[in-house]
């Protein structure tokens, strides 16, 4: 069997808060918790988690918290706390013989994770992956495993919201002893002369046998166009226990070059042959990525992707996606990059931690570069060790361009620091030295000693007239806007009113710290040494509602809101990033009550000259200036205001705004035609309200309830940094004209049937919210509309699925005697050795105490707490396998007697009050020569 990878993303036991241990410590507890699989409470498999909430990964439980004023602003005043997760699942047999490791791929923040009663694993930063070698303590076939987590997120690592909870996905892999080590595998190419590309290859063979092992490597490239090539292959070889590292190297002539706009990517396969008996066996094999270009950074001239020079037109971006938070399904990072790539955007920071492997992904596919970056500058082992894992899971990605150390720190420009930087890069350059390391510095880069000297890119954050300081000081060193501009907006706001926290669209109100879009991209366009830059932010994120606190709770940053619906700023960058005609004025044209008052007009184009027409009449033509833009003031008319683009003397681009009609329906759209069913994607519905004429009403605010048929809602979301509405529930407004859901298909099903009921009349009651709309004469109280949304079926990720019953393995067993035994004696608390610990399940047969032993008593214990309800209905006691004659008793009450001379499965019916802590014993007398007792599993189910 090749390697095998399963996920355990379904129908985990959730519990928010801590519990308490119902087990009074004795000396008996505190002795068998100081042993393996010993851990007391809910690692036990015995824990009732029965009536925990039921969850499905990846999950926020932050996200589903009310806002609180007495929260914290940065985390969008949301709980966070600490909480618990459980799931048992089962190992088919042949997994005995192979390698098992166990993943996370991200959980917010701290946690211990508990296999079977033991403490196997401790992680303490939210964004790095986790795994762990569990091939020691799995059980088999019938014995389910108990995995427990403990999530303490009253820790945080950063000051935006970060969730909480396993917001990513967990896997185990099964693989033979032999195999190879899956993120070791490293193919680095380099271009030639004649524009060939060699490429050196290395991976690492885990050998878990403790004997020397045979075999060989291959492998195989798949061009964007399905070509398959062997592309290298080793000699046999040895591979010795624990591990061996294999190197070598292959020429690729004429490839497939990636770039951002032919993002072409060639999957790898790396292969491991080992001889076996009669011929070579393939008995592993592991997949990754490969892309063919070459990057450069020059203090003078900036970045250079294929030799030619490209401006990094970057955002920043935090990973909370609106309405789920951090539990962002997979395909909606390629949703997020959609947008960034239809603005002009080429780059994206993962601001501030190592991102999901989907976003990564996302950007080799749609060629968008990725300055990787890590959460803690620290050189301890654990930091450093985090820092690997980042390196060693992306270097193969050809987004990657970058990757940053550090954000903004303290020690950025002390000795201490830089020597930091230098093991930092060091480590870095080690494990791949294909590509260049950065860190993003607010300050202390003109110190002597500064972390700046000790990178390959000097990161720079906002501080504009640090540019030409630190390039006249170090012209050797090349230069890169690492985070820019800051600026606060609110989508469909064109007046500000700080007592009521708005922000309007301008481009004029920058932070303190920051700068307008224009002056941002003003000072890096007018500087070749400065690669580009990374404005801060590409979408609003929850948490840090930066100028103003409560009641507001998300971001105002984003050029998009946290719906990724486009605010104006959107369009100024695309204009400043594109050098297509673009042309889009500002602002919307339904100012009810204000007529002929004065209303100001701005242009965003990358056109020469831009001409402003309200209601047909022109308010001038006028020259554009890219960084400046022209504005006009107009007394406003309901009618339209149109905006041409003119270049070289010829219109070439126009936008329009119209006056709306009253909302008159609804109008719902998904951002795919239809979703895959396969357990990670999800769809974006977008809802809007619309006049009769089908234009979008930018000032309506209406309410909305959004139910789904076939599927699950995971959230909803508007993009208004002041709305409180719980983003899990029913009740959606629409805010200046838009709102958004995401949901779920379930599975098995063909279609998923969103249907929005919008109130028009104000008056509200049931699930609907008071919140006030501005449409003026409703044409009905309500208006209902429902998409149907195709559901396509696709290959899903294997999964071990979750099992309710409990095995009860671990027993005591009383010393074999000629009498029949007290069946309620008791032992003393400190004694640990008249009893004999035994384990028993499908394996473990009857103890060898029973054999040639017709005719002798034995008493089996265990106490156990037995939950309420498995699977739905009362527990019962189901043996396996017992044989002999047996008495069973329950908290000390006979409930049962047989006699079996050969071991057969037998089920005891349980009662409502056994459902607490237990004491199961089974008296066993041998009735032949050749055994008695217990010979295989026993659960509760």
Not at 167 to 191: A, C, G, Q, T
Not at 225 to 236: D, H, S
Not at 610 to 623: P, Y
Not at 775 to 802: G, N, Q, R, T, Y
Request: charge should be negative.
């Amino acid at each position: 069997m090749q390697r095998e990878r399963y996920v355990l993303n379904r129908d985990w036991c959730f519990h928010l808060g801590e519990v308490k241990n119902p087990v009074k410590a004795d000396h008996g507890v505190i002795y068998s918790t100081a042993k393996a699989g010993g851990c007391q409470g809910v690692p036990q498999a015995d824990y009732d988690v029965s009536q925990w909430q039921k969850v499905d990964l990846p999950h926020d439980w932050a996200i589903h918290t009310p806002f609180e004023k007495e929260n914290v602003a940065d985390w969008g005043y949301k709980s966070r706390g600490k909480g618990w997760y459980r799931r048992s699942f089962l190992l088919p047999k042949e997994a005995k013989d192979k390698k098992l490791v166990l993943g996370f791929e991200g959980v917010s923040t701290r946690c211990i994770v508990y296999l079977n009663g033991t403490e196997i694993f401790h992680n303490t930063s939210g964004y790095t992956p986790f795994e762990m070698d569990i091939t020691d303590i799995a059980y088999f076939e019938n014995v389910p495993n108990t995995l427990a987590v403990f999530v303490d997120a009253t820790i945080w690592e950063g000051w935006w919201y970060e969730g909480a909870g396993i917001y990513r996905s967990v896997w185990l892999e099964m693989m033979h002893p032999v195999h190879i080590d899956r993120d070791s595998v490293f193919l680095n190419p380099k271009e030639q002369e004649d524009g060939s590309f060699a490429v050196a290859i290395e991976a690492e063979i885990d050998n878990a046998t403790s004997e020397v092992q045979r075999g060989k490597l291959q492998c195989y490239l798949t061009s964007p166009n399905g070509q398959k090539e062997l592309v290298w292959e080793t000699e046999k070889q040895s591979f010795d226990p624990d591990q061996t590292k294999v190197t070598g190297s292959f020429l690729k002539k004429e490839p497939l070059l990636w770039d951002v706009k032919h993002p072409n990517v060639y999957e790898v396969e790396m292969i491991l042959l080992l001889e076996g008996a009669k011929e070579e066996e393939i008995i592993d094999s592991v997949q990754t990525v490969c892309g063919f270009r070459t990057i450069t950074f020059d203090a003078k001239k900036g970045f250079f992707l294929n030799h030619k020079p490209v401006k990094l037109f970057g955002t920043c971006n935090h990973q909370d996606f609106g309405g789920i938070g951090v539990a962002v399904p997979a395909n909606l990072w390629e949703y997020r990059i959609e947008k960034l790539k239809a603005m002009g955007s080429n780059a994206y920071r993962c601001a501030h931690g190592m991102p999901a492997d989907e976003l990564i992904e996302a950007c080799d596919r749609m060629g968008m570069l990725v300055l990787d970056e890590n959460r803690n500058f620290s050189t301890s082992v654990e930091a450093v060790g985090q820092l690997e894992t980042l390196v060693k899971r992306h270097r193969n990605h050809p987004s990657v361009i970058l990757y940053s150390i550090f954000n903004e720190e303290p020690l950025e420009g002390t000795l201490q620091g830089m020597r930091m930087a230098k093991k930092m890069r060091r480590t870095i350059l080690n494990l791949d030295p294909s590509r260049f390391v950065t860190g993003a510095m607010h300050g202390g880069m003109l110190e002597e000693e500064n972390a700046a000297i000790a990178i390959d890119v000097a990161g720079v954050n906002y501080q504009i007239p640090v540019y030409d300081a630190f390039h006249q000081q170090n012209p050797a060193i090349p230069m890169l806007a690492t985070e820019t501009t800051s600026s606060f907006s609110i989508r469909g706001c064109y007046e500000k009113d700080d007592e009521k926290n708005l922000l309007a669209c301008y481009d004029d109100s920058p932070a303190d710290w920051g700068n307008t879009v224009r002056d941002t991209w003003k000072a890096i366009m007018e500087r070749d040494f400065v690669a580009g830059g990374f404005m801060w932010t590409g979408f609003d994120y929850l948490g840090e509602p930066t100028p103003h606190v409560w009641p507001s709770v998300s971001s105002f940053f984003g050029l998009l809101d946290l719906c990724g619906f486009e605010k104006d700023g959107f369009y100024l960058a695309k204009a400043i990033f594109e050098k297509e005609p673009v042309c889009h004025v500002l602002p919307h044209w339904n100012h009810k009550g204000k007529e002929n008052s004065p209303i100001r007009v701005m242009s965003h184009t990358n056109c020469e000259e831009a001409e402003l027409f309200v209601n047909g009449e022109s308010f001038g033509r006028k020259n554009v200036d890219l960084f400046k833009q022209c504005e006009w003031i107009v007394p406003y008319q309901p009618g339209q205001i149109r905006l041409d683009g003119y270049r070289d003397g010829k219109v070439v681009s126009s936008d329009i705004q119209k006056t709306t009609g009253d909302c008159k329906d609804i109008r719902l759209s998904s951002w795919k035609k239809n979703i895959l069913e396969n357990g990670e994607y999800a769809a974006v519905i977008i809802i809007e309200a619309i006049d009769a004429s089908g234009l979008v009403v930018p000032d309506c605010d209406l309410t909305t309830e959004i139910t789904v048929e076939g599927g699950k809602l995971l959230g909803s979301c508007n993009g208004d940094p002041n709305c409180h509405e719980p983003f899990d529930g029913q009740v959606r407004s629409i805010f200046h004209g838009k709102c958004m859901a995401v949901v779920r298909p379930d599975r098995g099903v063909n279609e998923l049937k969103v249907t929005v009921r919008a109130e028009l009349t104000g008056q509200r009651n049931g699930l609907f919210s008071d919140v006030q709309d501005h449409c003026e004469k409703p044409i009905d109280s309500f208006l209902k509309k429902s998409l149907i949304l195709p559901v396509a079926s696709a290959k899903e990720a294997k999964e071990l699925s979750a099992v309710q019953e409990m095995a009860l393995t671990h027993w005591k067993l009383s010393p074999v005697s000629e009498e029949r035994p007290d069946i309620l004696q008791k032992t003393e608390s400190f004694d640990m050795n008249s009893w004999q610990d035994i384990y028993v399940n499908k394996e473990s047969g009857s103890p060898k105490v029973f054999e040639n032993a017709k005719g002798k008593y034995a008493i089996y214990q265990q106490e156990v707490q037995i939950p309420k309800e498995i699977n739905g209905h009362l527990p019962e006691l189901y043996l396996y396998g017992i044989w002999g004659e047996c008495e069973v008793y329950i908290n000390e009450e006979k409930r049962t007697e047989f006699a079996y001379e050969w071991a057969v499965p037998h089920t005891i019916k349980l009662e409502s009050k056994d459902c607490k802590r237990t004491d199961i014993r089974i008296l066993v007398k041998s009735i032949n020569d050749y055994g008695a007792g217990l010979n295989s599993t026993v659960t509760l189910r």
